[in-house]
């Protein structure tokens, strides 16, 4: 999967309390070597211009563990699931947290 070097660009300007605009965005965006269009620069500036990102994230943190299926009743493989979702979980917190962390 293809990551978008303009979303990533907006996340981190957002994180360091700086102004997501079409400029600071093609500036991230040259300064990661990609190749920049202005264009959809612009258009990503204004299409994050009224985003809550603290609020957006936190939706992001708590849908993957309402996503998660419930546990099997039934014998050891009922235990064997539950620990495998537990160490998931804690990976998923985990990396939450470490985004959380990039946002103050």
Same mark, same amino acid.
């Given at each position: 999967? +293809?990551?978008?070097?303009?979303?990533?660009?907006?996340?981190?300007?957002?994180?360091?309390?700086?102004?997501?605009? +079409?400029?600071?965005?093609?500036?991230?965006? @040259?300064?990661?070597?990609?190749?920049?269009?202005?264009?959809?620069?612009?258009?990503?500036?204004?299409?994050? @211009?009224?985003?809550?990102?603290?609020?957006?994230?936190?939706?992001?943190?708590?849908?993957?563990?309402?996503?998660?299926?419930?546990?099997?009743?039934?014998?050891?493989?009922? +235990?064997?699931?539950? @620990?495998?979702?537990?160490?998931?979980?804690? +990976?998923?917190?985990?990396?939450?947290?470490?985004?959380?962390?990039?946002?103050?």
């Amino acid at each position: 999967m +293809k990551v978008d070097p303009y979303l990533h660009a907006v996340l981190l300007l957002h994180g360091a309390g700086k102004e997501v605009s +079409k400029d600071a965005i093609v500036a991230v965006v @040259k300064a990661s070597g990609a190749e920049v269009d202005e264009a959809r620069a612009q258009v990503i500036a204004d299409a994050v @211009k009224d985003v809550d990102f603290e609020e957006l994230l936190k939706e992001a943190a708590v849908a993957p563990a309402a996503a998660a299926p419930a546990p099997a009743q039934g014998g050891g493989e009922a +235990k064997e699931e539950k @620990k495998e979702e537990a160490k998931e979980e804690k +990976k998923e917190e985990e990396a939450a947290a470490g985004l959380a962390s990039l946002f103050g």
